[in-house]
């Protein structure tokens, strides 16, 4: 019995990016910068006074930039590839 191939996430992301159109994948590309890019570079703020119950609200802002700041690049790029997928994957349709 043959194995199936296990895909990564980005691998999943870029395969259904390519069955859409091209420019829809580079759309959802550059919305996603769009988005992503005031969220990375947004000022971290500094508290005058910390207690331990503010921690929490700390922590999710900085995981939240940090999150944006890796998807404002990884995003882009997947539709890329998808884009480039999709154009190559309706050049074979037509060819047939």
């Known amino acids: 019995m043959a194995r199936s191939r296990r895909t990564t996430p ?26 992503l890019n005031p969220i990375a570079n ?16 700390i922590v999710a802002g900085q995981l939240l930039r940090t999150f944006a700041f890796g998807g ?9 590839f998808g884009a480039i997928g999709s154009v190559f994957a309706r050049a074979r349709r037509n060819g047939e």
């Not at 947004?42 to 609200?57: I, L």
């Not at 404002?72 to 890329?80: E, K, R, W």
């Open 72 to 80: 404002q690049y990884l995003i882009p790029l997947a539709c890329v």
């Open 10 to 35: 980005f691998e999943d992301f870029v395969t259904t990016l390519a069955r859409l159109p091209w420019w829809a994948s580079l759309s959802i590309g550059l919305i996603a910068w769009l988005i």
């Open 42 to 57: 947004s000022p971290v703020p500094v508290p005058r006074a910390v207690t331990p119950n503010d921690m929490g609200g």
